[in-house]
């Protein structure tokens, strides 16, 4: 184990950041410190939020230009009951580290920090001939535009490298997440004269059971690397008292697409599902897009994912056949928005992201920081297809 990497995980792990409501100050000033301690340009970002500061750093000035990105956020612990230990201790249990973030992703950022140092004086001294843009970002796990401010302030690149926790695998797609509240009105009443009102939870039956055939439809829609598309119904919201018929019914559907999709392609499903059941049931519905994760996906042999896959199966021995991520992540900053050639890759098991008892095994964490840092010096000494 890298002691020092495990130092830094450690410090991450133990400062508390989680979002709601957004409390990622105390690492991004940590980071800012740590990185002016190593001689390295560092910058705390106050956009989009003064109270909610970013991190960006520049190592060289070389081309091509190699951007390693991670989030600082991380999702509330739940019931500190359930965890085994407390989860911002940062607790040691041979060779992993738990806590809250810990693979998700507070592990890939320690990664990419230690990466910018141990490569910087290679950089520099032009024995590489690119150069590095690290980015600590805020407000992923909410879909907010931390690393799309990043991008937009000139902190880009011609590649980028998502740390999230993939085992080392390399996703050139990724699925996108749409959720969506769809209300389902009535009218209410006295629960003892309920032909007086208008139930809204009887009037969201057709409306779940047209979302049951929606899913079973697209299902259908499959890519090789992600998967199939679903439409989960994950909250039904309805009634405010025992004795009153509810007036209205709210429906939370969870939609994961596929990057042959669009979120406009899966408005327009929904508002023909919902015209349809109107139509049919006389009843009145509305919905909103509450938040979106486009999906995104690059070509499977970019001469990124082809590095990335041969050092990770040099290093890791990890599978070098292409793969997709089911989640969604800040790469779709990168290849929809700044149009840069980007992969989401990092030590650490996806599995283990918003559990109890979360945690991440140090050994592989070393190994990540060794792998990223030997595909780094393959492309910074490579020209850019940009």
């Not at 991450?12 to 002016?36: C, D, K, Q």
């Not at 230009?65 to 956020?73: A, M, Q, S």
């Not at 810990?102 to 990419?112: F, I, L, N, P, R």
């Not at 690393?147 to 590649?159: H, S, V």
Request: aromatic share 6%; hydrophobic share 35%.
């Amino acid at each position: 184990m890298d002691e020092e990497l495990t130092t830094i995980i450690s410090e991450l792990v133990s400062r508390e950041t989680e979002n709601p409501p957004g409390n990622e100050r105390r690492v991004a000033e940590f980071i800012y410190e740590w990185l002016i301690e190593h001689d390295i340009d560092a910058t705390l970002v106050r956009e989009p939020y003064e109270n909610r500061p970013q991190i960006a750093a520049r190592v060289g000035d070389g081309d091509p230009t190699v951007v390693l990105n991670g989030h600082i956020d991380v999702v509330p612990a739940g019931n500190r009951d359930e965890w085994s230990c407390p989860p911002y201790a940062a607790e040691i249990d041979g060779e992993s580290l738990y806590g809250r973030g810990s693979a998700d992703m507070k592990t890939g950022v320690a990664v990419g920090m230690k990466a910018l140092v141990d490569l910087k004086e290679s950089v520099e001294s032009d024995d590489l001939a690119g150069s590095l843009v690290f980015q600590a970002a805020i407000g992923e796990e909410t879909a907010e535009p931390g690393t799309k401010t990043l991008l937009e302030r000139g902190y880009d690149g011609d590649y980028g490298v998502v740390l999230e926790p993939t085992e080392m695998r390399t996703a050139t797609s990724e699925k996108g997440l749409a959720w969506y509240k769809i209300t389902v009105t009535g009218e209410p009443s006295h629960a003892s004269r309920p032909d007086q009102g208008d139930n809204a939870i009887t009037n969201a039956r057709p409306v779940l059971a047209a979302l049951e055939d929606y899913d079973d439809r697209i299902g259908d829609r499959e890519d090789d690397l992600v998967g199939q598309a679903h439409a989960t119904v994950t909250q039904i919201e309805a009634g405010t008292k025992e004795n009153v018929v509810p007036e209205d019914a709210v429906i939370t559907v969870d939609r994961r697409f596929l990057p042959s999709e669009s979120a406009d392609q899966l408005d327009d499903e929904i508002d023909e599902l919902l015209a349809k059941v109107e139509a049919t049931h006389g009843i009145e519905t509305s919905w909103q897009r509450t938040r979106t994760y486009e999906s995104a996906a690059i070509d499977i042999n970019s001469s990124l994912a082809e590095v990335f896959r041969e050092k990770s199966a040099e290093h890791a021995d990890v599978s070098v056949e292409p793969w997709g991520v089911k989640a969604s992540t800040d790469v779709r900053n990168f290849v929809n928005d700044a149009g840069i050639e980007a992969i989401t890759w990092g030590p650490g098991d996806l599995s283990q992201a918003h559990t109890y008892d979360e945690h991440v095994n140090l050994v592989d964490a070393t190994t990540g920081l060794r792998t990223l840092k030997a595909a780094l010096r393959e492309l910074l000494d490579q020209p850019s297809d940009r």
